[in-house]
């Protein structure tokens, strides 16, 4: 069966929505699940086994859907080496580290700030100052965070290991937002070999980062005895959080675009809080605050812009500007 990647067909607004809520669930339980396999070995070892099984899985049913002629890169392949380091190295290192050193509904919360994140790239890029209720947004999603790692005891932000693991999860859903937005610039190709093609080049800077760090001594590997008892976790990671779930984002991401896409990224925290309830995790006061704050800030980012974009004399500047063109 082969296609070519322009002609591959996206899908519509329902198929969207589903492959983003799937998307979204499972990063959400992929938090907790790699808080379990990460006290057995270090973040990039893990990465490393993730993308260096999903990436080859992807160039196969690449292959086998395309055709062997979209594994070609176009003469793309520093863009996409780039954009992999990003997204699958950036972004899972920095968040799996961090949270090593704190607690994985941590991480799912702090990746729900990723619309946030968007909205401060956007205008870094384009200029163009974002609406006042982004920036109030944003001061609350601040406080949301500052609570949370510290749960309400402000003074430890002085210490290194309260507010490290925070900033470390923040700047790994800052190159997850970029990666995502690096779509946009591949509009002849479908997601299926933007995921494929820059998971390789993100596979590559793995391994040259793991030979790296196994040459220095920081590489943490399991016993052999440990391996049974890791195996479906690690199945879990890989095929349904690496493969899968990674794919259904990408094809949503294609369909709706970045910006509308990062709103689902609010499901992941309220699957990995789901998650670590049924396994019996207590959060403080301060802690449900922090969430709730966070979890507020989104809404009441995503609410101001609808109704801001629904209020007549913004549909009227729009018309007139596009009457301009």
């Known amino acids: 069966m082969s296609q070519s990647s322009s002609q591959t067909s996206h899908p ?24 379990f396999i990460l006290a057995n070995m270090d973040a990039l070892s893990m990465t490393l086994l993730r993308y260096g099984i999903a990436a080859p899985l992807f160039l196969l049913i690449l292959a086998w859907r395309e ?6 890169p176009a003469g793309r392949s520093a863009q996409l080496f780039a954009l992999g380091a990003l997204g699958f190295g950036g972004f899972n290192l920095f968040m799996f580290y961090g949270v090593t050193m704190s607690r994985p509904e941590f991480g ?13 790239i956007g205008w870094a890029r384009s200029g163009r100052r974002p609406a006042a209720s982004s920036f109030i947004a944003l001061l609350l999603a601040l406080l949301g965070v500052v609570l949370l790692s510290t ?12 507010l ?15 990666y995502s937005m690096g779509m946009a610039s591949f509009p002849g190709w479908s997601p299926l070999r933007y995921t494929a093609l820059s998971s390789s080049g993100g596979a590559i800077f793995l391994l040259l980062a793991w030979w790296g760090a196994h040459r220095l001594g920081f590489v943490r590997l399991p016993q052999p005895a440990d391996w049974p008892a890791l195996a479906p976790a690690l199945l879990f990671v890989v095929l349904v959080g690496a493969v899968l779930a990674v794919l259904s984002w990408n094809m949503g991401i294609r369909a709706v675009g970045a910006q509308n896409g990062m709103l689902f990224i609010n499901i992941v925290p309220l699957t990995a809080l789901t998650v670590a309830v049924l396994r019996g995790q207590h959060f403080g006061l301060w802690e ?7 979890l507020l800030s989104l809404l009441c980012n995503q609410l101001a812009n609808r109704l801001l974009d629904a209020w007549p004399w913004r549909q009227r500047a729009a018309v007139a500007a596009s009457c301009q063109v």
């Open 108 to 120: 799912a919360i702090v990746m729900a700030l990723q619309p946030l994140i968007a909205v401060l």
């Open 164 to 178: 490290l693991p925070i900033l470390m999860m923040i700047l790994g859903g800052a190159c997850w937002v970029l």
């Open 151 to 162: 749960d309400g005891h402000i003074a430890r932000l002085a210490e290194h290991a309260a």
């Open 288 to 294: 449900l605050l922090g969430a709730a704050l966070v």
């Open 12 to 35: 519509g607004r329902l198929g969207a929505t589903s492959a983003l809520l799937f998307a979204t669930v499972i990063f959400g339980a992929t938090f907790p699940i790699s808080k």
């Open 67 to 72: 055709g062997t002629a979209a594994l070609r």
